[in-house]
């Protein structure tokens, strides 16, 4: 079964960090771009980051930009994202997402896990 | 930056077509994809590239794109259908810019 479990969100105060994992099984890890996308409490959902199937390209928001580092360990089917410098708006449910393709594009994104929360507050 | 406007609510009898729709400053000539989104659930992939199926996803569901506005369209809705509803595109002109729309609630009366 293809699947996608986040983990590490919590309570954070504003300007901490908080680091997310994401650990896909079911499928070639190493042969998909991955992405995080966001949904804040009663809102719509926000994409956040990108990364390419190999890691060597990866892509931000500009509302996050400066602030996340997106990663991946192929030899562990691991994504990550650390986060720094947050702020309450970046308050959410944060989702781990498998692209269709390695490189990261236009696309769809077949794949979401359960989401994890993240809730910066003080 | 690119804008994806969607109707906030629709609502329809059961057995009855709901359209969702999806504006954009020709969206005709970008890829389209659609998730459904039921209360306290991630996003599911519906339909991707404008019109096409994932394996498991009804038949039930269709999509268009043309112009300004892209539809998804959902025949004989059945009570399982209520949930929101996202499209989403590439906006090649940006960074890699993932937009999505506002989100349409599908409510079955």
């Known amino acids: 079964e293809v699947q996608l479990v986040e983990s590490g969100g919590g309570l954070v105060q504003p300007g901490g960090s908080l680091r997310l994992s994401c650990s896909a099984s079911?499928?070639?890890?190493?042969?998909?771009?991955m992405h995080w996308v966001r949904q804040a409490p009663g809102k719509g959902l926000e994409y956040v980051s990108a990364?390419?199937?190999?890691?060597?390209?990866?892509y931000y928001a500009d509302s996050v930009k400066g602030r996340f580092t997106i990663s991946r360990d192929n030899s562990k089917n691991t994504l990550y994202l650390q986060m720094s410098s947050l702020r309450a708006e970046d308050t959410a449910v944060y989702y781990c997402v498998k692209d269709r393709k390695a490189v990261a594009g236009h696309d769809a994104f077949d794949i979401w896990g359960q989401g994890t929360m993240v809730t910066v507050s003080s | 930056s690119y804008v994806l406007t969607q109707p906030p609510s629709v609502s329809v009898a059961p057995g009855k077509t709901a359209r969702i729709t999806c504006g954009g400053n020709n969206i005709g000539s970008k890829s389209v994809h659609w998730y459904q989104q039921k209360p306290g659930q991630a996003p599911v992939l519906v339909i991707y590239y404008d019109s096409d199926r994932p394996s498991g996803i009804p038949e039930r569901f269709s999509g268009s794109n043309s112009g300004n506005t892209a539809t998804l369209t959902i025949s004989r809705v059945e009570a399982g259908d209520e949930a929101d509803y996202y499209c989403?595109?590439?906006?090649?002109?940006?960074?890699?810019?993932?937009?999505f729309g506002t989100g349409t609630k599908v409510t079955v009366l």
């Open positions: 079911g499928f070639t890890f190493s042969s998909y771009a």
């Open positions: 989403q595109v590439w906006d090649s002109s940006s960074d890699h810019c993932y937009v």
């Open positions: 990364i390419s199937s190999n890691g060597g390209s990866t």
